[in-house]
């Protein structure tokens, strides 16, 4: 069975800096995708980037980018110049590749707090 | 651009009763799943269907079921509920040639009291 694993369950970041949250995961599969979604006070859940497994080069959307290390089974995301408004629930998820079930495998999720 | 529509976005219950909760995928999307989230916790799957058949199965209590009509909508039916039902049930749709897509809709918040 998959799992993802998201060792820090708070964070905190001065606005305009960087931060990086940590995901790491466990499968068997080769083929599969790798998200962070954001969930804000609003309880919407917001995809902010999507990678896939037989990719590596690194996903990037604006200012925020992944480290994806398959060997490792890690795959942390960085957000540049943090602004008010990303702060949010993060959750990290597992996806199987395509011909299999696809539903998503969450973590726990890391609440990240934006400070002015 | 269309969205996941959800419906009620919010209902409140007596333990016993039940609810019946409704989510309209985008258009032209085949693949509908449902997911439960508990006060602090992470999305959980419960069910998805694709073309109208159900594809894949998780933690869905037997007093649940649900279906996807012809039209692509799907409901999830609760019965028998109780206290620990209380969650937000989130809807996502995907279309079969971009399966990795999944658009959430905006959840319908169900309270048991």
């Known amino acids: 069975a998959q799992t993802v694993t998201q060792s820090q369950p708070e964070m905190s970041v001065q606005e305009a800096e960087t931060v990086t949250l940590s995901c790491t995961y466990d499968t068997s599969e080769n083929n599969y995708y790798l998200f962070w979604y954001k969930q804000p006070p609003s309880r919407q859940m917001i995809l902010v980037i999507r990678q896939e497994a037989y990719k590596q080069q690194n996903a990037t959307e604006n200012r925020f980018s992944v480290n994806f290390q398959k060997a490792a089974k890690s795959f942390s995301l960085k957000i540049s110049d943090s602004q008010l408004g990303d702060t949010a629930m993060y959750f990290c998820?597992?996806?199987?590749?395509?011909?299999?079930?696809?539903?998503?495998?969450f973590g726990t999720g890391t609440l990240l707090a934006v400070q002015p | 651009a269309a969205g996941v529509i959800q419906s009620p976005r919010h209902l409140i219950k007596e333990k016993r009763e039940t609810a019946t909760l409704k989510c309209y995928p985008i258009p032209r999307h085949d693949t509908v799943y449902w997911y439960q989230q508990g006060p602090g916790q992470d999305p959980q799957f419960l069910i998805s269907f694709y073309e109208k058949m159900q594809s894949d199965k998780g933690s869905i209590p037997d007093r649940f079921s649900a279906q996807q009509f012809s039209d692509y909508h799907s409901e999830l039916n609760m019965s028998s509920l109780e206290l620990g039902d209380s969650a937000l049930y989130f809807c996502?749709?995907?279309?079969?040639?971009?399966?990795?897509?999944?658009?959430f809709g905006p959840g319908t918040r169900l309270t048991v009291t």
């Open positions: 998820a597992f996806m199987r590749g395509s011909g299999a079930t696809n539903k998503l495998i």
């Open positions: 996502a749709s995907s279309h079969r040639d971009r399966d990795y897509e999944q658009y």
